[in-house]
């Protein structure tokens, strides 16, 4: 592998000791995720077994309008239900028997647990069994908790990918399973490139389709495009599959080490991985520049929220230049992070979990260019004259890859330019 970037520290993070914190957290829901997901999986319905609250979130979330018809739906609990009045394992067959019977369209269901039904104990995972058994095979059933009380908002897709591990075929056939929802355009540009270097047989998880043909066996190798994946990463090697460990896909490095590992153990040679990557590298280079230079020698403080820290640290650190203060993780999964760690220098400080008051205190004293953090904590920063970015941005918005590293510089540059100009208003 051959790039423009820094040389790799003489002292990486991978020993940094990691303060672990358990106190107090700000998370968003795991029911976050069914907004993309539910986009990606075109055969799919996602079904919410919760509130009134949960159904609201999704709406708001999603911005769907009353007459559109979405691949998702909450079936409310209602007192009857919390109260123990009303078998609501009878309900939800009610329920889902008329879904099905409306939309003949949906080949694969997922009962998504909530708050709500997880502290009530409905037991989805047999409700999802015995469904299976009465619509299969027109329609695979299966269940996963999108509950926010203990995880963070992105753990939602992963908990959703585990879920349909289990229940893929076997296979013997030597295949390479990229895994993680990406937007079309950002998935098409990574089979693109796998491509042109010569690897064909690339499968998606999660696939488009229910009818999508491949398995996992002992011969699958896989590659992780998102770090919140520690559930599916899991489930993988369980069904025998082999990870390909490698930094993330963000940003000029990220990506040629990404692509760098799957050349390696696909035998691309060295004139092709070059002849393929030489020019959009080249344009990623140019693009990062462009749109970090408000980035440089500035500081950024990491408070928990999507598991893209450490990854992003990197990024910013390296190809932007800026100086990491606390890189906070709501879970250091080290099997997954390990080669981006090895990349980080040696400095910022390393938290897991959160007890967001002592973070709040740490991030004051600090007073960094940019804190990235959560919905709930960014307003009350912002009003203490502090520039902020929303982390979940970086979860909806197009980032992996060649192509997008200039539009990821520019989501945290912006915040910075922005309170520049206010400065300069504030001013005159």
């Not at 914190?21 to 999986?41: A, D, N, P, S, Y």
Request: net charge negative; charged share 25%; hydrophobic share 45%.
């Amino acid at each position: 592998m051959t790039g423009h970037f820094p040389p790799p520290p003489a002292r990486g993070c991978s020993d940094t000791p990691v303060l672990k914190e358990r106190g107090q957290h700000e998370v968003f829901c795991g029911l976050t995720g069914i907004i993309w997901l539910h986009r990606k999986m075109q055969d799919a319905f996602f079904l919410v077994v919760g509130s009134r609250t949960c159904a609201h979130l999704l709406q708001s979330a999603a911005g769907v309008m009353i007459f559109a018809e979405p691949r998702f739906a909450t079936a409310i609990l209602e007192e009857t239900d919390l109260a123990g009045m009303a078998d609501a394992q009878e309900e939800l067959d009610r329920v889902v028997t008329q879904l099905l019977e409306r939309r003949p369209d949906i080949r694969q269901l997922f009962l998504v647990g909530s708050c709500p039904s997880e502290v009530i104990k409905l037991d989805l995972g047999r409700a999802a069994e015995r469904m299976s058994a009465q619509f299969a095979p027109r329609v695979r059933v299966l269940n996963y908790s999108g509950s926010g009380i203990e995880t963070t908002f992105t753990q939602g897709e992963d908990a959703c990918l585990a879920a349909m591990v289990p229940v893929l075929p076997d296979t013997d056939a030597r295949e390479l399973l990229m895994v993680g929802a990406l937007p079309d355009v950002v998935e098409e540009q990574a089979l693109g490139l796998l491509h042109d270097m010569g690897i064909d047989k690339v499968r998606v998880l999660p696939a488009h389709s229910v009818d999508d043909d491949y398995g996992i066996g002992a011969n699958t190798v896989f590659a992780l495009t998102q770090p919140f994946l520690g559930d599916t990463h899991a489930a993988l090697i369980r069904r025998g599959a082999r990870h390909i460990a490698a930094p993330f896909p963000f940003g000029e490095e990220g990506t040629t080490a990404w692509l760098s590992a799957i050349a390696a153990e696909f035998d691309v040679d060295a004139a092709t991985f070059e002849r393929v990557t030489a020019a959009p590298r080249a344009r990623a280079r140019k693009a990062v520049a462009q749109a970090s230079e408000a980035l440089r020698d500035r500081s950024v403080f990491f408070f928990p929220d999507s598991q893209l820290e450490i990854p992003l640290a990197r990024f910013l650190t390296r190809e932007c230049g800026m100086q990491a203060v606390e890189v906070g993780v709501p879970f250091l999964h080290r099997a997954i992070m390990s080669p981006d760690l090895d990349l980080l220098a040696e400095g910022p400080a390393l938290s897991e979990g959160q007890d967001v008051d002592k973070q709040l205190a740490r991030c004051r004293d600090a007073r960094p260019d940019l804190t990235v953090c959560g919905l709930g904590l960014a307003n009350p920063l912002e009003a203490e004259g502090m520039a902020t970015k929303w982390a979940i941005e970086l979860v909806f918005t197009p980032v992996h890859f060649y192509e997008q590293a200039g539009d990821l510089a520019g989501l945290f540059s912006r915040p910075l330019r922005r309170r520049g100009l206010l400065k300069l208003e504030a001013a005159e």
